[in-house]
């Protein structure tokens, strides 16, 4: 039975962590994050889960107790933004080398300085070679759909590594939308019992966790970490098969947007593809051949779909929503550039950075994108590989 | 009472042939520790020379369940072990009675792990908290800390010509600790092994957090010979520069008093790491030192209700 409801982003999240009934969550108040905890307490005050509720004092000890919950065989999940994430990043790369199957919610904040609370992606771009498993949801829909499959994806056996989620601060976390959910049953079922590996409470079996690794081992354990990420792909399309079939939802791990006979594309994050969806609708109407691809995977980077879908297109936007300072572009672009390179036959292509630190992207930011495309298609030459969408001067 | 009769027998927790300097004070704690409680126990160290030199890949020292996270996080790490421990068992999925240590070095309890310490400690966590106090950064080559003593030589806060080591008292931690009104806080010292390891079973068997500080004589960093280990711990009690006492529930008691105070110029003596103290224009600093000992004894003592 499927239940329509209409209410913010973080509500959804927490419906969906609601529904998981985590074992353990270890969280930490951050605007646009805090209403997730909120709600969430809420939930454990009112016995609508049995969740252990750590009300750490830092982020830092957040993922340091969901690292311990989760070395002690525990279903672990936390959510957090920005300066929250960055004050995590040490304990970030010891959960996925530890090879915990931590489920984290970020919503995207800027980070400081200049603080600002408002959404762009700099904090989980800064995460992104830190080794979890990073997923961008377009709107509230999507993030309770995601968080959901990331607890499976996390904990399947092939791979064991952390898995991040992400919705846009404000715009989604904020912003109400109607959003269907599961029932309590079909989420349980569908996430099955957490089977924990090397368990700290196995008192029978010690284990010891987090040794001291030098030259002569650590290589071969960042190399094995490097193969499940990699490998982690064919589990989330997997797991996205099979929750399309209990939600009817698909979630392609990129989504193609009249891609077919499209000759001009933008490619973006979040919820800025639905921005760019109605344009793209729009343009079609006066005829124009112009598409959109959303990736859903950040890490691992689908760079052969995405190779596959712009072989035939003639010119291509990247729309990052931060900045990759002093690199040749955001993050986003410098992962498709790369993605093109054994392409025969290249499409032309350009980078916008936009909407830093929460900066409105209109439909006409975009419309101008798509003419950018076309007089970059008509002159064969990008004039400037990477520019700012709606900065003033 | 323990004796060491039963306590020979016991399991063993920490194996030998670990890489700890012969006469580290780190393992003798561990072990003294470990002794306390005859449930199992799953342990957690920060980062430091206890946790470098006893679990190096693919060797561990450890025969019960481990783990190492980072330098500060030893006890928001143990405090999701614990929580985890509790949701199991609320839902009936363990069965025996787990323990949970975590251990930090004075760096990683002092300095960058006291907001978690502080954190965890207020929670309520059932957990006990292992500071082994060597007075500096050892692992990473004798750096100061706020652990240090006044007028300790540490690479970075060297006796020079100008600047005679560290220029700062150290920071009481354990009185720090007291604040936080948990169930028991306690100083030990390995010198006194009976009053150690009753304080660790106290810590153990209270219902909710407990913090033990105990003092770990480094032959490497406070610069003696390895065999003097014991005896240094000793001495720093009986010059009451570390004094023995816990607090129950609010109530300070002193497990030890010395018969006679020896004069802390004694103990000094016997490390390296305070030798420029001696120079005719440093001794000074060494009254200093006995003033501040004999200042804190006698708070010490107004706390317990005691007299000098
Ligand atoms: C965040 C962070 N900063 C610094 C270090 C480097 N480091 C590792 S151990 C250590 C000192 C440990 O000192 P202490 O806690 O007193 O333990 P000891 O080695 O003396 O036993 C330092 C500075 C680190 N590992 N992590
Ligand atoms: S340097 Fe000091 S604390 Fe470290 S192992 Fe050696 S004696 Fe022990
Ligand atoms: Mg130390």
Known sequence: ?393 | MVSLKEIVKKERKLSPGHRLCPGCGASVVANMILWATDDPVVIGIATGCLEVSTTIYPQTAWEIPYIHSAFENAASTISGVETAYRALKKKGKIKENIKFVAFGGDGGTYDIGLQALSGAMERGHNMVYVCYDNEAYMNTGIQRSSATPLGASTTTSPAGSVIPGKLQKRKDLTYIMTAHKIPYVAQGSISHWRDLVKKASKAFEVDGPAFLNVLSPCPRGWRYDSKLTINIAKEAVTSNFWPLYEVENDNWKLTYKPKEKTPIENWLKKQGRFKHLFKPENTHIIDEIQNYIDNDWENLLKKCGLQS
Request: some cysteine.
């Open chain 1, 1 to 393: 039975m499927v239940k329509k409801h209409v209410e913010v982003g973080t509500t959804a999240v927490a419906m969906a962590m609601r529904q998981i009934n985590p074992d353990v969550v270890a969280a930490y108040p951050i605007t646009p994050q805090t209403a997730i905890v909120q709600t969430f307490s809420q939930y454990v005050a009112d016995g609508k889960v049995n969740t252990e509720f750590i009300t750490v004092e830092s982020e830092h000890s957040a993922m340091s107790a969901c690292v311990g919950a989760a070395a002690a065989g525990t279903r672990v999940m936390t959510a957090t933004s920005s300066a929250g994430l960055a004050l995590m990043w040490e304990i970030l790369s010891v959960a996925s080398g530890l090879r915990m199957p931590i489920t984290m919610i970020n919503v995207n904040r800027a980070l400081s300085a200049p603080i600002n609370i408002h959404c762009d992606h700099s904090d989980s771009m800064g995460a992104r070679d830190s080794g979890w498993i990073q997923i961008y949801s377009e709107n509230s829909q999507e993030a309770y759909d995601n968080v959901i499959q990331a607890v499976r994806i996390a904990e399947s056996e092939e791979v064991r590594l952390p898995v991040m989620v992400m919705l846009d601060g404000f715009i989604i976390s904020h912003g109400i939308e109607e959003f269907k959910t599961l029932e309590d049953d079909e989420v349980r079922n569908f996430i099955g019992e957490n089977k924990p590996k090397y368990s700290l409470l196995d008192i029978r079996e010690p284990v010891t966790h987090g040794p001291l690794q030098l030259f002569d081992y650590y290589f071969e354990t960042k190399r094995q970490q490097a193969d499940a990420i990699y490998k982690s792909r064919s589990v989330i399309e997997e797991v996205s098969r099979q929750y399309e079939k209990l939600s009817g939802r698909s979630q392609p791990i990129i989504e193609k947007y009249f891609t077919d006979d499209a000759e001009l594309m933008i490619i973006v994050l979040s919820s800025t593809a639905g921005t760019a969806k109605s344009v793209v609708n729009e343009l079609r109407k006066d005829g124009l051949k112009v598409g959109l691809i959303k990736p859903r995977l950040f890490r691992p980077f689908p760079y052969f779909e995405l190779a596959e879908a712009l072989k035939n297109v003639k010119a291509v936007a990247v729309l990052d929503r931060s900045c990759s300072f002093g690199a040749q572009g955001g993050p986003l672009y410098i992962e498709i550039r790369s993605a093109l390179y054994e392409l025969v036959q290249k499409p032309l292509i350009k980078n916008y950075i936009y909407g830093l630190g929460g900066r409105d992207i209109s439909l006409e930011n975009i419309r101008s994108v798509y003419s950018d495309l076309e007089k970059i298609v008509k002159t064969g030459r990008v004039e400037k590989p990477v520019s700012y969408l709606g900065v003033r001067k």
